[in-house]
């Protein structure tokens, strides 16, 4: 039986952190083993919100370097860049005629983005969610594993799949947002506000790229307080986003011993010490992200083995678009 499809895609507009990580890496990396996985760098997408492009290519190689970094195989997974398949931009234009204007500016992203950059409301902006459809669609995927703040362009993507099939046909299979365990992750910064962000409030979140001080420094001011005033509290969402983040790096029993002190504690007798417990999460950050640091930066370097890898996706990638590319011109076209 043939495999599921899957596919996702990373913007390269800037480092990529530890919410790129939990919400979409490290489900590629499991993922590479069950599926049939298209992987790729969302250039077109960059454009939309960083029309300078002196950096890009460079920024391109690095979140290519810093996905295998992390441990996919591209030999296993199709692994390309979106400027490579010309094809999505000819079915972005065929989605373009079932997307309505109304809708498009309702969506969060483009609001916010408006919000940023008032001088460039620009038509790519606009349309942005309908070309994310279009580079899921375009595979016939029906796996995207992302992560929370994506859920409504995955949604918009599964709307104009709708619509195209109403009108010309059963063609495209239906996308759906995916993560291991169901729901979608969510990394908040470590001071609160806000999630995980590559280009935005760096001084607190973590990137694949920190140097073991920076990562260590960042950790120790992440925002805590007195601890919990009764056994058994809900935790606030800063506190839980560091038990998150623990989750992943750390060993079950250190985990299990910091949750334990969190429930034991109360306010005349506050076991938990947080200060202990970002000291130990720092020391495990640290073991987790220096191995990837180092391999993402020896890559960077070796721009030929990128560089052949990069073509090696293009190719696979274009024989996947163009036969989806056939069957949705023959139902359009005629
Ligand atoms: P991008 O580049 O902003 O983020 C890449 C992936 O990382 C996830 N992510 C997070 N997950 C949890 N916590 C966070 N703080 C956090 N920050 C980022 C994102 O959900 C995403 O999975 N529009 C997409 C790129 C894209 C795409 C696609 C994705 C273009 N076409 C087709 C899937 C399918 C984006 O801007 O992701």
Redesign the pocket.
């Known amino acids: 039986m043939a495999k599921e499809v899957v596919?996702?895609?990373?913007?390269p507009?800037g480092f990529l952190?530890l919410?790129?990580y939990?919400?979409?890496?490290r489900n590629y990396v499991r993922m590479q083993d069950e599926f049939d996985c298209y992987f790729?760098v969302?250039n077109w997408?960059a454009l939309t919100t960083h029309p300078d492009t002196q950096t890009l290519k460079a920024a391109v190689h690095r979140v290519i370097a810093e996905n295998i970094a992390c441990g996919l195989d591209p030999e296993k997974v199709c692994l390309y860049v979106?400027s490579d398949v010309p094809e999505i931009a000819e079915l972005y234009l065929y989605l373009n005629t079932l997307a309505y204007k109304g809708e498009l500016e309702k969506t969060t992203?483009f609001k916010d983005k408006s919000r940023q950059q008032p001088e460039n409301i620009n038509a790519g902006l606009l349309t942005?969610p309908v070309?994310?459809a279009a580079?899921?669609l375009i595979h016939r995927a029906v796996k995207?594993?992302?992560?929370?703040?994506?859920e409504q362009?995955?949604e918009m993507a599964r709307t104009f799949a709708e619509r195209f099939n109403h009108r010309y046909g059963d063609v495209l299979p239906l996308p759906y947002a995916f993560n291991y365990g169901g729901e979608?992750?969510?990394?908040?910064s470590l001071d609160g506000i806000g999630?995980?962000?590559?280009s935005e409030n760096q001084l607190a979140t973590l990137y694949l790229a920190d140097e073991d001080d920076v990562i260590r420094k960042k950790i120790m001011k992440a925002k805590t307080d007195a601890g919990p005033s009764e056994p058994n509290s809900v935790k606030p969402d800063y506190i839980q986003n560091l038990f998150t983040l623990m989750n992943i790096v750390s060993t079950a029993d250190t985990l299990e011993k910091f949750n334990a002190d969190f429930n034991n504690s109360s306010s005349g007798n506050c076991i938990i010490r947080y200060g202990d417990m970002k000291k130990q999460l720092a020391e495990d950050m640290v073991q987790f992200i220096k191995p990837i640091r180092t391999k993402a930066a020896d890559l960077q370097q070796n721009k030929e083995l990128l560089e052949k890898i990069i073509q090696h996706g293009a190719q696979k990638a274009r024989v996947s678009a163009s036969a989806t590319l056939q069957i949705v011109r023959k139902a359009i076209l005629g």
């Open positions: 596919l996702s895609g990373i913007r507009t952190h919410g790129n939990f919400g979409a890496m790729f969302a997408h979106q992203t942005y070309l994310q580079d899921i995207v594993p992302v992560g929370k703040d994506q362009h995955l979608l992750t969510k990394i908040l999630k995980m962000s590559k």
